[in-house]
């Protein structure tokens, strides 16, 4: 099991909302997703959503965007593949890299500047892109991408960027980012 919490434009931590995440242990998906969230201010039930096959790929809206684990570095296909979900098909990729470490240190000082200080790797840090097409080759080709920097060190993504290219002549819009703040456990 693994909690996550946003952060409120003061840097203060959500305390009443939360996303816990069930990763089944023998391919290191998520397989069930609760959502807490309030609506004026009062604490509702959480959503669940159930996914037998796992979440994966960069879906924008409430998943966690994690890449299939464990990561294939070096993997030289990089063509779109048409694969099953819990939701339907999706035509998708991944590509697998050791960062380079002066990336690295830009996007995580940049973490920094918008006044919170982010957690730094001491070990190997691997990029991730992971990318969902549609329609692509046509005026109406989306493109979603997920970068993401992970650790040995760290059980979580150091940072992540989400990306859109839209269109036939794709232009790159940064639609989220997102740094990590804090790591640990509590007991129950």
């Known amino acids: 099991m ?4 946003l952060t409120g434009p003061n840097g203060e931590p959500a305390t009443r909302t939360k996303d816990v995440l069930y990763v089944r242990m023998n391919d290191w998906l998520v397989v069930r997703q609760e959502i807490g969230h309030t609506y004026n201010d009062t604490v509702c039930p959480h959503w669940v959503r159930n996914a037998p096959l796992g979440l994966f790929g960069p879906f924008q809206w409430g998943e966690p965007r994690l890449p299939r684990f464990p990561l294939r570095l070096g993997d030289p296909d990089t063509t779109f593949k048409l694969m099953k979900r819990d939701d339907g098909l999706a035509e998708l990729r991944e590509i697998s890299r050791s960062a380079d470490s002066a990336t690295v240190k830009r ?13 730094r790797p001491t070990g190997v840090v691997y990029q991730v892109r992971n990318e969902l097409g549609g329609d692509l080759g046509t005026d109406n080709s989306r493109i979603v991408q997920s970068l993401q920097f992970w650790s040995n060190d760290q ?3 150091v940072y ?8 036939s002549k794709p232009t790159r819009r ?3 980012r997102s740094w990590l703040i804090a790591s640990g456990h509590k007991e129950r």
């Open 2 to 5: 693994l909690e996550t919490r």
């Open 107 to 119: 996007l995580l000082d940049d973490g920094d500047s918008v006044g919170r200080h982010v957690v």
């Open 155 to 157: 059980p979580w993504r």
């Open 160 to 167: 992540e960027e989400l990306v859109q290219y839209d269109g």
């Open 174 to 176: 940064v639609v989220e």
